[in-house]
């Protein structure tokens, strides 16, 4: 068997066995989208969707072979994906409307409608056929879920091919504006968040050293909660020391009430003779007990000697530490500092990391924490136990209930409710099943981080998985149905007008909201870049304005406005096809 025979071979094979065709461009296309050329990458999804049109299109004009992907496939795994967002979102999402973050909801919307207009009417004014808009909303708005709301009104009706043009081809359409417009928008955009500070004369460490000096700022990157690694202990500036007790003034009085005079050194172990008391017990002191407190190194060295002299007793110092999650429930705790609870709540533990919405946030003595947010600390089980408690919430536990049970209820709600359309002035509008799932998931992760009894937290593990999968094989699935028709949209100077509107829809919008921020409300740049990159949806731009302002704060404004346009520009995705 020669060469050409052996490609014949393979390419059939692909052909007759759709689902080989389907983890092949996965497995390809996800090493292919992680390597990085001067930091930059094109990413897992944009990799499967290349590799997947390749193969199709070769399959197709070489050997003319057509791969048929059931379009079941595609349905499902674009609802769990949607599902997967919403789980992501849904926890910051109703609290960041609610609470301080107006600045960020207007940059949030400034970004997505200025990006649905220049796109919208730049496609009519340059003549672009059907299809191509909504792939450029996709594009440039790098959130690939666009394409399937805007598949979903072609497959529900709401959308009506012109004559003479085929929905196959519009589909093709889409995945051309997508493929040219988020390559180009991948990496411009991070170029630009990077560079906003210095082009405006800015000095973007000056920005991130001015936001640390008003949040403080911790500089350890933590494992996402749920995730390998989240519960190691690390190293941690606490200390247990064992002390007598040699004052008067501390006889009778117990732990806990000792804890609200010294919130920053908790007694964890009282040692009595041959009897050893934990602080659940919140024992009252004796002259001569022997006690094992934990605090900051600081504060054991220079306030110690209030106690008594130090002593080497290891029953006062054996105390377990672990890691846990706390998932903040709705509790008058909520809207507090992290200083507040601390010194309220935070008998004996430490607090090692601050999670909104998946990103970590810097843990300083102002933040301040929202409903839905996660606090990782550490201490003893009996401690981490009773902090939860009072913030109205649990350890990170198994959910009571499957995420299969969660995930079916879902997915089932969400297609019911999307199916349901209304009419106005002769058009059908309907929310789309693909929105519906993530509506459901949405409220789903609100409820669930509110309540124990619904489940507790999702596993991040769970969670990432679901949309990785999910997108990557609505992706592959897309690309087996217009891969050989994709060349058919190439024609003429139609790649020059995407580029171009991609661009300018990429990255007018966020510059827009720049300017509104910098001088109309006179943000902290480092903040702002970070709120830029959440409108527009890009992590790496996020993680580029880090980088170029050597501070962790640019994340601090990314979650409201990231979870703001993740809904609204599927919504505008699915208009621009409809109108």
């Not at 999910?470 to 020059?496: D, H, M, N, R």
């Not at 890009?538 to 993680?543: G, I, L």
Request: charged share 15%; with cysteine.
């Amino acid at each position: 068997m020669n060469i050409s025979e052996l490609f014949s071979f393979v390419f059939s094979y692909i052909a007759h066995n759709p689902f080989v065709f389907l983890f092949l461009a996965i497995a390809i296309g996800y090493p292919l989208g992680k390597i990085s050329i001067k930091g930059i990458a094109l990413g897992s999804t944009a990799g499967t969707l290349v590799v997947g049109v390749a193969i199709a299109l070769t399959a197709f004009s070489v050997y003319g072979l057509k791969i048929e992907e059931p379009g079941l496939v595609s349905d499902i795994f674009l609802m769990m994906f949607m599902y997967a967002i919403g789980m992501k979102v849904g926890p910051q999402f109703f609290s960041g409307l609610a609470r301080g973050g107006l600045d960020f909801v207007v940059i949030g919307l400034i970004v997505v409608f200025s990006n649905f207009l220049i796109v919208f009417f730049g496609a009519k004014l340059l003549g672009l056929a059907p299809g191509y808009a909504a792939g450029i909303i996709s594009g440039s708005y790098t959130v690939t879920a666009v394409m399937g709301v805007a598949q979903s009104a072609i497959s529900s009706g709401a959308f009506k091919a012109p004559a003479g043009m085929t929905l196959d081809q519009v589909s093709a359409n889409i995945a051309a504006g997508y493929a040219i417009s988020y390559v180009l928008s991948s990496v411009f955009i991070i170029l630009l968040i990077k560079y906003l500070p210095a082009m405006f004369g800015i000095d973007p460490v000056k920005a991130g050293k001015d936001a640390e000096a008003e949040f403080g700022v911790g500089d350890d990157v933590e494992a996402l909660p749920s995730t390998n690694g989240f519960s190691n202990l690390g190293v941690l500036p606490l200390d247990i020391r064992a002390y007598r007790v040699e004052h008067q003034e501390l006889v009778g009085q117990s732990v806990e009430s000792l804890f609200k005079k010294f919130p920053h050194a908790a007694i964890l172990k009282v040692v009595r003779g041959e009897q050893v008391f934990d602080a659940a017990d919140n024992p009252k002191l004796a002259l001569g007990d022997v006690i094992g407190i934990r605090g900051d190194y600081h504060v054991l060295i220079d306030d110690g000697a209030f106690v008594g002299v130090e002593v080497d007793e290891p029953r006062a110092r054996n105390v377990d530490i672990e890691v846990a999650d706390i998932h903040l429930g709705k509790s008058g705790y909520t809207g507090k500092t992290i200083a507040q609870i601390s010194d309220e709540v935070g008998f004996g533990v430490y607090i090692k990391a601050l999670f909104r919405q998946g990103h970590q946030l810097p843990v300083t003595q102002q933040a301040v924490v929202e409903v839905g947010d996660v606090l990782r600390v550490a201490g003893s089980d009996w401690c981490v136990q009773q902090v939860a408690k009072k913030l109205n919430s649990t350890p990170i536990v198994e959910s009571t209930l499957t995420e299969t049970f969660y995930l079916a209820i879902s997915l089932l709600i969400g297609y019911v409710c999307g199916h349901f359309s209304v009419t106005l002035g002769g058009i059908p509008f309907a929310l789309g099943t693909s929105a519906g799932c993530m509506l459901t998931g949405i409220i789903f992760s609100f409820l669930r981080t509110r309540n124990p009894a619904f489940g507790g937290p999702m596993s991040e593990g769970a969670r990432s998985f679901l949309q990785d999968i999910g997108l990557s094989l609505f992706v592959a699935v897309l690309a087996a149905t217009v891969g050989p028709k994709i060349l058919a949209s190439f024609q003429g100077i139609v790649v020059i007008k995407i580029a171009a509107l991609g661009l300018t829809a990429a990255l007018v919008p966020p510059l827009l909201a720049w300017l509104y921020g910098l001088y109309f409300r006179k943000m902290n740049p480092a903040i702002l870049a970070g709120a830029c990159a959440g409108g527009r949806n890009s992590t790496p731009a996020m993680k580029g304005a880090q980088d170029v302002c050597q501070s962790d704060m640019p994340a601090v404004g990314y979650p409201v406005p990231y979870a703001l346009t993740s809904m609204i520009v599927l919504v505008l995705g699915y208009l621009t096809m409809v109108l």
